[in-house]
C-alpha cells in the first residue's frame, strides 16, 4: 500500500503568506528528503533530514519519526516558489531507496 | 561539479526496440540509483548499485529491464523490446555516504515508446 502520503495535492498562495506541506508515513522512516521541481524538470534537493528541523531562508522543515510525518513551511512565498514538491523518505528496513509522496504544485499569485 | 549526468534528455523508439540509457553519477559518490516517473505512478524506484555492486533491484519489472554499472563514472539502465507502457522519464540520482545521505538526481530521460 501506499506508504507516503503527501497532503495537500495542490496549494496557492497569495505572495507574501505561507503555508506547509505535509507527507504521512504508513511504516518508520529512518530519513527524508524534500525536493522541489524545476521549470526544466530537474528535482532540486530542499532538505534532507535523519531527525529534528532544518531552515533555509523562507524554507523550514521537520521530521518526526516515531509519530511518523514530515512537513514542509513555507513564509513569504514568492512567485518563484511556484512549482511541484515532493517528499521522499527512506525505510528503516529497505536501504538507501527513496519511496515519493505523490506531489503537491504550488502555485504563488500576486 | 557539473552534477549527475544523463543522456540521452530525450529518446524515442519503436516497439519492440531497444533502449538503453546512460548515467554518470556525481564523482566520488558510491551509491547510484535508477528511479522512473510516470502520470500514473508517480515517481518509483527501480535499482541501485552502491560501490558498483547491485544492492537492490526490488523495484525492475522481472523481463526486459536490466541494469549495469561496470564501472565507477557510469551506469546504464537498459531496456529490451520496449512497449509504449516503458514510456516515462527516467531519473539517476546518486549519494555520497553509504550509511544514507542526500540523493541527488539527474534531469532525467524522457523515452517514448510509440
Known amino acids: 500500500g501506499d506508504q507516503v502520503e503527501q497532503s495537500p495535492s495542490a496549494l496557492s498562495l497569495h505572495e507574501g503568506t505561507g503555508s506547509a506541506l505535509r507527507c504521512n508515513f504508513t511504516?518508520?522512516?529512518?530519513?527524508v528528503q524534500w525536493f522541489r521541481k524545476n521549470s526544466r524538470g530537474s528535482l532540486i534537493n530542499l532538505f534532507y533530514?535523519?531527525?529534528g528541523t532544518k531552515e533555509n531562508g523562507r524554507l523550514k522543515s521537520a521530521f518526526d519519526s516515531k509519530e511518523r510525518y514530515s512537513t514542509l513551511h513555507i513564509r513569504d512565498a514568492q512567485l518563484e516558489d511556484s512549482g511541484t514538491y515532493f517528499c521522499?523518505?527512506?525505510?528503516?528496513?529497505?536501504?538507501?531507496?527513496?519511496?515519493f509522496g505523490q506531489g503537491t504544485i504550488l502555485k504563488v499569485y500576486l | 561539479n557539473a552534477g549527475v549526468i544523463q543522456t540521452p534528455r530525450h529518446k524515442v523508439t519503436g516497439k519492440g526496440q531497444e533502449a538503453t540509457l546512460w548515467c554518470e553519477p556525481i564523482?566520488?559518490?558510491?551509491?547510484v540509483f535508477w528511479y522512473r516517473q510516470t502520470i500514473v505512478q508517480g515517481l518509483e524506484f527501480l535499482t541501485y548499485?552502491?560501490?558498483?555492486?547491485?544492492?537492490?533491484d526490488s523495484g525492475m519489472p522481472k523481463e526486459r529491464f536490466s541494469a549495469q554499472m561496470p564501472n565507477q563514472s557510469h551506469s546504464t539502465l537498459k531496456i529490451q523490446s520496449t512497449q509504449p507502457q516503458d514510456s516515462a522519464v527516467y531519473l539517476c540520482?546518486?549519494?555520497?555516504?553509504?550509511?544514507?545521505?542526500?540523493?541527488?538526481f539527474g534531469p532525467g530521460t524522457r523515452l517514448l515508446v510509440l
Open positions: 540520482a546518486s549519494s555520497l555516504d553509504l550509511q544514507g545521505d542526500t540523493q541527488y
Open positions: 511504516t518508520t522512516m529512518r530519513a
Open positions: 533530514l535523519a531527525s
Open positions: 521522499a523518505a527512506e525505510r528503516a528496513s529497505s536501504g538507501q531507496k527513496l519511496v
Open positions: 564523482s566520488g559518490h558510491s551509491a
Open positions: 548499485f552502491r560501490n558498483q555492486a547491485p544492492i537492490d
